[in-house]
T-cell receptor
């Protein structure tokens, strides 16, 4: 089944404890992206990747890192999480970054930073 | 700059009634528009998209949307609401620079029995 998977789905952590949220897609997509969703602010892009080894900042990259060493994986790293990073995170992928390509979303990771 | 605006953050309809969710776009290039649905505690799922060709686009679960260039609109409709349609709906367009989806504010659809 074609899908985007994220792990973990739920995570409660404490300030400053490094964490990684994994994202994997099995559709051979070139484009991958991370969004966060917050009440009243909608979905905002954190980072995106047009292809392997090519990543770039989105609208809200502060406090996050990403890497794209393989086509299928695009982990999101929080080196020193803070409470303002408590949010619902979505990974998405598409064939390319083009206008018409559909982005497919993972199920989401709900992160709470205490 | 590309943007989409959804009119009405909350829409409430009775089961069996017409669903109409409004989306207007502003774009300097030919728009390619998407509607996504987010059920509670789930990710976003594509309902339908408009690229080129037929302006009436049919999607999943009985939804459809009509692209009207003269009105810069892409409203989502369903003839008869079902309880399972209760969700949040997002209109979106992709950025030409970063490929990101630019979302509208979202519309929460409530379906009353």
């Amino acid at each position: 089944e074609a899908q985007v998977t994220q792990n973990p789905r739920y995570l409660i952590t404490v300030t400053g404890k490094k964490l990684t949220v994994t994202c994997s897609q099995n559709m051979n997509h070139e484009y991958m992206s991370w969004y966060r969703q917050d009440p009243g602010l909608g979905l905002r892009q954190i980072y995106y990747s047009m292809n392997v080894e090519v990543t770039d900042k989105g609208d809200v990259p502060e406090g996050y890192k990403v890497s794209r060493k393989e086509k299928r994986n695009f982990p999101l790293i929080l080196e020193s999480p803070s409470p303002n990073q408590t949010s619902l995170y979505f990974c998405a992928s598409s064939l390319s970054g083009g206008f018409i390509d559909t982005q497919y979303f993972g199920p989401g990771t709900r992160l709470t930073v205490l | 700059a590309q943007s989409v605006t959804q009119l009405g953050s909350h829409v409430s309809v009775s089961e069996g009634a017409l669903v109409l969710l409004r989306c207007n776009y502003s774009s300097s290039v030919p728009p390619y528009l998407f509607w996504y649905v987010q059920y509670p505690n789930q990710g976003l799922q594509l309902l339908l998209k408009y690229t080129t060709g037929a302006t009436l686009v049919k999607g999943i679960n009985g939804f459809e949307a009509e692209f009207k260039k003269s009105e810069t609109s892409f409203h989502l409709t369903k003839p008869s609401a079902h309880m399972s349609d209760a969700a949040e709906y997002f209109c979106a367009v992709r950025s030409s620079n970063t490929g990101k989806l630019i979302f509208g504010q979202g519309t929460t659809l409530q379906v009353k029995p």
